[in-house]
C-alpha cells in the first residue's frame, strides 16, 4: 500500500511537470505565432484618421450620441469621408 501511494505521487508529479512544459511551451506558440497583431502601414494610419474640419461638418446630433448606443453610423458621415475624398483643408494644403 505504501509502495502504491508513492508511485502515485511519483506519476502525479511527472504529470504536472510534464502538463506544465507542455503549457509553457503551446503558451509561447500562441503568443509569436497564431496571435501575433498586425502592424498597420504608415498608408492604414493615415487613412483612418481624422481631421478637425471633417468633425466641424457633421451634424449636431452626430456630435452628441452615445458610442453603441445609437445603432450605426454610417448613415450619418458626411459624404467626403464615404468617398475617401480628403477634406477641403487638406486640399489646400497640398497646393
Do not use: N
Amino acid at each position: 500500500s505504501t509502495g502504491g501511494a508513492m508511485m502515485f505521487l511519483l506519476l502525479s508529479i511527472w504529470m504536472a511537470m510534464h502538463a506544465a512544459v507542455v503549457a509553457q511551451s503551446y503558451e509561447t506558440r500562441l503568443l509569436t505565432q497564431i496571435v501575433r497583431l498586425p502592424i498597420p502601414s504608415w498608408e492604414e494610419i493615415e487613412g483612418c484618421r481624422t481631421c478637425g474640419s471633417e468633425f466641424e461638418q457633421v451634424a449636431v446630433k452626430q456630435m452628441l450620441r452615445v458610442p453603441f448606443l445609437t445603432g450605426r453610423q454610417e448613415g450619418c458621415l458626411p459624404k467626403s469621408a464615404l468617398a475617401g475624398t480628403p477634406p477641403a483643408s487638406a486640399a489646400m494644403d497640398m497646393s
